[in-house]
């Protein structure tokens, strides 16, 4: 048994030296939206936010992994977080929703993973939270898992994820700079027809209307007509779905935090921009597609204590009036984060020799070039 976790961690540790991204779409010099980024360009640039991988790549048909994100340091059970989740479109299998959706708050670290892996993962954010000092009392758990399906690439029935790799992705989970592309829960995933994963960005809004960050991060495995920047990719290179049957079928995680002090109502109205973002690089959400939101602030003076001798809740909420410049930040963040999921991936051969090949970097440039005056190529 030791041996072979052994031998699956290395293999691990190969597949991120392998997989992980050599450039992101800023390195090419294409610049999306008009906000400034925040230093990383990443979710982590909302302070606190931590982001842990595991990534199983096994002989020639395991291709998957766990991506985790960590809304502070602390014990997330003992400080909720305000949340919200929205559905573009619901064929998915999103755990957690219900109670995020009466409560307004979010108390376990949000996992991502493949689709029949929800459950496992499910009881690992469960073994972790009873772990957890300070809840030795605790009875009830709500886990929030998100999931895309990477059957195309990976041998999704053999159900390889295990609570260990779940824990693994929680406590490797760090700030700084996320890794992207074909790593965690995006090792196995396909986009526009191209290898898919992991993606991410950020912005941060003129201190002028508060000087508040959006984080997000994706995991794409959906289709549609590509667009870079308003450039038609798809169309040029001839790459799209004529038929429209399952080709544009998948799904897409968005995980959007913030630092602004945003109650669960309106950050149900910021997860909504999210898809906007998703439909600028030609999503179409179709009939198959689980396209989830999952929403967070993680304002310090607005942690909702597990318990407390008050009978109220004291919080700050930023105002609808002010809300607009988060808005624009979530669609660019998002954006760009599906983006950079396409970038960074790298080409992957999995079960049944199925291949996915990553976008065509050259190519896409080239046709950016072409329509300079909608680009920010150089």
């Known amino acids: 048994m030791i041996l072979s976790r052994v ?51 096994v002989g020639d048909s395991i291709r998957t992994g766990v991506t985790a994100i960590l809304p502070h340091s602390g014990n997330v059970f003992q400080n909720k977080v305000p949340a919200a989740i929205y559905i573009g479109n619901g064929f ?22 493949n689709t029949l892996s929800v459950p496992v993962a499910s009881e690992a954010l469960i073994t972790y939270t009873l772990g957890q000092e300070g809840n030795e009392n605790v ?10 399906n990477d059957g195309w690439l990976n ?25 992207e592309g074909s790593v965690g829960a995006g090792t196995g995933t396909t986009c526009f027809q191209y290898k898919g994963g992991i993606g991410t960005s950020s912005r941060v809004i003129p201190k002028a209307f ?15 007509v590509l667009e870079v920047n308003g450039v038609p990719i798809a169309k040029e290179l001839k790459n799209y779905p004529t038929q429209f049957s399952y080709d544009v079928d998948g799904s897409c995680m968005m995980v959007v935090f913030t630092d602004a002090p945003l109650d669960a109502r309106n950050l149900e109205r910021l997860a909504k921009r999210a898809i906007m973002g998703l439909a600028k690089t ?67 051969t999995g079960i049944n020799g199925h291949k996915r090949e990553s976008i065509p970097i050259e190519d896409v440039l080239l046709i950016i070039k072409k329509y300079n005056g909608i680009s920010n190529a150089k």
């Open 7 to 57: 031998i699956i961690a290395t293999l691990v540790l190969v597949s991120l030296n392998s997989f992980a991204q050599k450039k992101r779409i800023r390195d090419y010099g294409v610049v999306v939206g008009v906000l400034k980024t925040g230093s990383n360009n990443a979710i982590t640039d909302v302070e606190g936010v931590k982001v842990g991988h595991t990534t199983l790549v």
């Open 92 to 113: 998915g299998k999103l755990a957690g929703y219900s109670q995020v959706k009466e409560l307004g708050n979010i108390e376990t670290p949000i996992i991502l993973t």
């Open 139 to 148: 009875h009830s758990v709500n886990a929030v898992v998100g999931e895309t």
């Open 155 to 179: 041998d999704i029935r053999g159900r390889h994820i295990t609570q260990q790799h779940v824990l693994s992705a929680i406590h490797q989970a760090k700030g700084g700079v996320v890794k």
């Open 210 to 224: 508060g000087g508040y960050t959006v984080g997000v991060l994706v995991q794409t495995n959906f289709g549609g």
């Open 282 to 348: 030609g999503g179409v959400a179709s009939n198959g597609s689980g396209d989830y939101v999952i929403a967070i602030s993680t304002a310090k003076e607005n942690l909702i204590p597990y318990s407390s001798n008050s009978l109220y809740n004291e919080t700050k909420t930023l105002r609808n009036e002010e809300i607009t410049p988060l808005f624009l930040a979530a669609i660019e963040a998002t954006e760009e984060a599906i983006l950079n999921s396409l970038f960074a991936a790298e080409t992957i």
